[in-house]
């Protein structure tokens, strides 16, 4: 038991306080990160010229002059393949961790990260059968 706990994520020794000061670094960070963004946003202000013109005040669509009303009607079929994608690619994201920790897990974390595949797998299955990924359907 003793040895299973010996690796680098665990430290026998007691915590001192109540561990907030692990945080310093990250708050730090986005203290700074805060700063530069409120003087940067000031900066701008302060120094940018303001000469509103028509051709400023239009809609900018990559060049070219926007046609047509803004809120045309798109096809659910785009939102659904987005959602798909992000939720395929939001489940990729946990192969990382268990990428830099595989040789620590053994066989069971290889089983466990098989089962995981298998569901990804069986879902995806079940959106290719109902056509969810045929764009042209």
Request: glycine letters at 8%; proline letters at 4%.
């Amino acid at each position: 038991m003793t040895e299973w706990r010996s690796n680098r994520y665990y430290n026998s020794s007691p915590m001192r306080g109540s561990g907030l000061h692990t945080y310093a670094p990250l708050l730090l960070h986005l203290l700074i990160a805060a700063v530069l963004a409120g003087a940067l946003t000031t900066v701008s202000v302060l120094v940018g010229w303001r000469r509103p013109s028509r051709a400023k005040q239009q809609a900018y669509e990559c060049g070219m002059e926007p046609t047509g009303d803004a809120r045309a009607p798109i096809s659910v079929k785009f939102y659904l393949v987005a959602m798909v994608f992000i939720l395929f690619d939001v489940e990729a994201i946990f192969l990382y961790p268990w990428a830099y920790i595989f040789r620590s897990l053994r066989w069971y974390g290889f089983g466990e990260m098989m089962l995981y595949i298998a569901i990804l797998l069986v879902g995806y299955l079940y959106l290719w059968k109902k056509g969810a990924l045929d764009w042209h359907k």
